[in-house]
Nanobody, 126 residues
Framework: QVRLVESGGGSVQAGGSLRLSCVAS????????MAWFRQPPGKERERVAT???????SYTDSVLGRFTISRDNAKNTLDLQMNNLKPEDTAPYYC????????????????????WGQGTQVTVSS
């Protein structure tokens, strides 16, 4: 059983920064592709960023240059540094994980991931 616990959400004004963290209770953490998703009100859940077990990263276009995903395989942690936040970034953010060969990431759709955290709310006001 994989347990993912997020923290670090909150409310900020546009242009501000937040850092989200996720702790994974798993063995062989480096064999998991990790990801951050978000689900804005009335919209489908969307991939924000992914990171493979070896540290390869991918971002959705709307956050490129503003968000940075990182992981510490020794501590089983996943972070998302969010800078220059915009009101359209408002959403609950979810940590997700999937076990794959060598920790490679299988894709950017929610169905590609079978372990989810409970979510942490990010609210950006204009």
């Amino acid at each position: 059983q994989v347990r993912l616990v997020e923290s670090g959400g909150g409310s900020v004004q546009a242009g501000g920064s937040l850092r989200l963290s996720c702790v994974a209770s798993v063995d062989r953490y480096s064999s998991y592709c990790m990801a951050w998703f978000r689900q804005p009100p009335g919209k489908e859940r969307e991939r924000v960023a992914t990171i493979s077990g070896r540290g390869g990263t991918s971002y959705t276009d709307s956050v490129l240059g503003r968000f940075t995903i990182s992981r510490d395989n020794a501590k089983n942690t996943l972070d998302l540094q969010m800078n220059n936040l915009k009101p359209e970034d408002t959403a609950p953010y979810y940590c997700a994980a999937v076990l794959t060969p060598s920790g490679a990431c299988p894709g950017d759709r929610p169905y590609n991931y079978d372990n989810w955290g409970q979510g942490t709310q990010v609210t950006v006001s204009s």
